[in-house]
C-alpha cells in the first residue's frame, strides 16, 4: 500500500449528540465532536471524564445509548458508524492500557495474529520497534514487565497503521526514555504515513507539543474542542522582574504562577490585545503562548455544586 493510498484512507470522524451511560449514570453526555481526519488529537480530561468510554464507542467497541459516531474516508465511498461494523472496525485500532492482549500467547503470535487481521499492517515497523523498544518477542505476555506489555501495545498500535489509531493511556506503564522513544516513533512515522491519530490522556505538558487539536472532556460534557494554537492563544504567559510582572497581571484571571529569584512566571487567561503587548514589552517583560496543562487544570477545574 502506497502513502499516498493511506492518505485516502485517514478516517474523519464525528459524533452527533453522542450519549453512553452505565446504570443510567452518563459517561458521556451528548457530545457533538469532529475529528478532522489526517491530524493528531489529544482526548484530554480529568480521571472519569468519560475518555476510555468515548475512545471505545468511537472503536465501534461499544453501541452508543443515544446519538451517534460517523465516520468516513476517500476510500470507503459512504459515511458510515463503527458498531459492529467490520468494514470500519478493520481500519480502527483502539490500543488501551489494559493491552486487550491474550496472557497466554507468546508475543510472537500475537504479532502474527494482528498483521493477519490488519490490513495495513507493517511487518517491518513493527520488527523495528520491537527492538528499538526491546520487547522480547520469545516470552509470553504474562512474562512482560507492565513496561513492556505497554510497549508491545505501542508497537501494535503504530504497526498497524489504522487509519484511526487510538492510544488510550496505552503508554501509562512506560518509563520516561520509554515514553519519549514512544512520542519520536509516533511523530515520524506519523510524517510518513499520514492518519488520524487520538492520544487520550491526562499527562497534558508531556503530550502536547505532539498534539494539532485537542478535545478536552469534563464529568462526560464536552468542554471544548480546539486546535492547540487558538487554544494556547486564549491565554498568555507573562515572564520578568516579579513587580513588573504583578503590576501587568492585576485584573486578569491568574492560572498559574512560578518565582525564581527575582523573576516571576505569571500564566493569565484573556486575549492581550497589540496595546498591551507594547505596554508589557515597555516594562522589559516577555510574553509567551499559555502552557496546555495550565489551561486544561482551568477549564477542567471543579465548580461547587458540580456533579461529581
Ligand atoms: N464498565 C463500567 N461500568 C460502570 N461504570 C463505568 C464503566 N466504565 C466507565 N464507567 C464510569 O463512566 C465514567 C467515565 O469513565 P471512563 O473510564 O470513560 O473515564 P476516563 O476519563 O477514561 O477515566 P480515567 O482517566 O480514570 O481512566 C466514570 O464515572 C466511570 O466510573
Redesign the pocket.
Given at each position: 500500500m502506497t502513502t499516498s493510498t493511506l492518505e485516502q484512507t485517514a478516517l474523519a470522524v464525528r459524533t452527533e449528540n453522542l450519549s453512553v451511560r452505565?446504570?443510567g449514570v452518563p459517561?458521556l453526555d451528548r457530545l457533538d465532536l469532529r475529528l478532522a481526519p489526517g491530524t493528531i488529537h489529544g482526548l484530554l480530561?480529568r480521571?472519569?471524564?468519560?475518555?476510555?468510554?468515548l475512545a471505545a464507542t468511537l472503536a465501534g467497541f461499544r453501541r452508543p445509548d443515544e446519538g451517534r459516531v460517523l465516520v468516513e474516508s476517500a476510500d470507503l465511498g459512504t459515511t458510515q458508524e463503527p458498531y459492529e461494523n467490520a468494514v470500519v472496525t478493520s481500519r480502527v485500532c483502539l490500543i488501551r492500557e489494559s493491552g486487550d492482549l491474550v496472557d497466554a500467547a507468546p508475543v510472537k503470535h500475537v504479532l502474527g495474529l494482528a498483521s493477519s487481521l490488519r490490513p495495513y499492517w507493517d511487518d517491518d515497523l513493527a520488527g523495528e520497534l520491537l527492538d528499538r523498544f526491546e520487547v522480547p518477542t520469545g516470552k509470553k505476555v504474562s512474562k512482560l514487565s507492565r513496561g513492556k506489555k505497554s510497549a508491545l501495545g505501542v508497537v501494535l498500535g503504530l504497526a498497524s497503521r489504522a487509519p484511526l489509531t487510538i492510544f488510550d493511556?496505552t503508554y501509562l506503564g512506560m518509563d520516561v526514555p520509554s515514553r519519549n522513544l514512544f512520542y519520536d516513533v509516533l511523530l515520524a512515522d506519523y510524517a510518513e504515513v499520514p492518519r488520524t491519530i487520538v492520544l487520550s490522556t491526562?499527562l497534558v505538558a508531556e503530550v502536547s507539543p505532539l498534539l494539532e487539536e485537542v478535545v478536552i472532556l469534563d464529568n462526560?460534557r464536552l468542554v471544548t474542542q480546539s486546535p492547540v494554537d487558538a487554544l494556547r492563544g486564549r491565554g498568555a504567559s507573562i515572564v520578568g522582574p516579579a513587580a513588573a510582572v504583578d503590576d501587568f497581571t492585576a485584573g486578569f484571571t491568574v492560572l498559574a504562577e512560578e518565582k525564581l529569584g527575582g523573576t516571576k512566571s505569571t500564566t493569565v487567561l484573556g486575549d492581550l490585545d497589540p496595546a498591551l503587548l507594547a505596554q508589557a514589552r515597555q516594562a522589559g517583560l516577555e510574553v509567551g503562548p499559555v502552557g496546555l496543562q495550565d489551561l486544561f487544570v482551568h477549564l477542567t477545574a471543579p465548580t461547587p455544586g458540580a456533579r461529581s
Open positions: 452505565f446504570g459517561a480530561g480521571n472519569g471524564s468519560g475518555k476510555s468510554t493511556e491526562h462526560g
